[in-house]
């Protein structure tokens, strides 16, 4: 039990499976009061999410997961539809109230205790009065002053002035709005909006088969993160049907991660480097992540990894041709990376550009739950991979890059030392990639139950919940660490200047698709 204090709340069951999660009901009266048993043991909140149960448990059901120290305490409690309330976590977990929002627009039960309850996800796209994940939403017509009504916090001061920016932006990137509350160029305030990538994930999965539609549609989330959420939706369904894995499609996949960690984490450097002025970081890691591309596209069969990993196992494989040739590209992406590492090092203008900028202090970052490249540059010594290793991690001993300072400088330290190490281990796993099979066929007759799924993407942590029935998706949640990360980004503006938001945006470089689903 990972919380002695939580045995009076409710009877939790542990699910058999090498990943260490406990599950339990608690009543309305008892659902803060856990989360505050949690956080006072360093815990944190992985994600919260509902559905409409009215038609089998007299109510909605509200879920929230927790991460604690010896796994993932996931929590439910029934919403009375008479009030259709139940307690906020927001002053426990600040990362809790978008997610709060966010489930009033989508199934209409609101967390109380809170002052803000303005709209989340919903702009012009349903009716007011309708949510999408009730059972009788019809979705027709249109609530266009949804948008028209919300309203950004007030400037603190005459003397402040407002710079709106989004969703519509220079670069070909997805929306978002940013409201900022400026004196002369110093940020005083940051208030973002999202929703503007909403494609109701959720109820997308609702009725899809488990093998081929929701395997696909997993993929497809956030696309820089596939295989992270192929992965630990894979990991879900997995551990429905208490399935045991091929060993070498295990192994395969944390090759995957580990590509797609590089990938990312190369991009982000130049990208970092070309919002200082520096083209040049931008046109020598945009060159070496399209070479590793590449390197995908040939040996992979994708250049991002989609519908690499599915439910079973894995949808490729590798000859012994290609593991040398994937072992020699390795070693001359890290000698090139290293080379790249010194010089911008050296290159003062770029120092003095990231070093002491967008800082979040360790004790803040734990505050907010901070995780992945994000909070290991604030001090939060977490990653999936070494506190709870799973196949073949357990076996290849990774090495977690931190830092302290916070800063861009930090954020950028970080990826080149997980750059390196994934190199290392992508090394490790060619090496020791063992034989046998890449595939076992999933039974899925009449398959039902509760699954969970955690894998450490390059962004931090990707969960996923999956509830079966008959062998098909009931009901799901997939959950991006950007749900917890975009609140920090508004505080590390904080005294900074405006001209300095794309830099320190872009060392988080956080996900709106994930976060809107």
Known sequence: MPNPSLRVLATFRHWGTALPVWSGRLRKEYWPLAAQNIRAQGGRLLALWGEDRRTTEAGYLVHAAFLSETGIVRTEMIVDPATAAYPSLAAIFPG???????????????????????????????????????????????????????????????????????????????????????????????????????????????????????????GRISGDSTVAYAWSYAQAVEQIISMQMPERAQWLRALCLERERLANHLGDLGAIGNDAGLAFALTQFQALKEDLLRENQHYFGHRYLMDRVLPGGVAFDLTAAAIAALQGGGQALKTAVGRLQEILAEHGGLRDRVVQLGVISPERAAHLGLMGVAGRASGQAWDLRVQFPHIPYDQLQVRMATATEGDVAARMAVRFLEISESLRLQEEILQKLPDGNIYHPLDLRDAAGEGVGWVEGWRG???????????????????????TLWPALEEAVLRDIVADFPLINKSFNLSYSGHDL
């Not at 079966?468 to 950007?482: F, L, V």
């Open 461 to 483: 942590e990707i969960f996923f919940w999956l509830r079966m029935e008959q062998g098909n998706i009931r009901h799901c949640r997939p959950q991006d660490p950007s749900w």
């Open 96 to 218: 809790a109230l978008r997610m709060e929002r966010a489930l009033y627009d989508l199934l209409g039960i609101r967390a109380t205790g809170v002052n803000d309850t303005r709209p989340w996800l919903r702009h012009a796209a349903w009716p007011a009065d309708q949510f999408p994940l009730r059972t009788d939403f019809s979705g027709e017509g249109l609530d266009i002053a949804a948008d028209r009504d919300y309203t950004f916090l007030p400037a603190s001061s005459p003397d402040t002035h407002e710079i709106p920016v989004g969703p519509i932006h220079a670069g070909i990137i997805e929306p978002g709005h940013f409201r900022f509350q400026v004196l002369g160029e110093e940020i005083l305030h940051l208030e973002e909006r999202f929703g503007y990538t909403h494609k109701g994930v959720e109820r997308l999965f609702q009725g899809l088969d488990v093998a081929a539609g929701g395997a696909h549609l997993a």
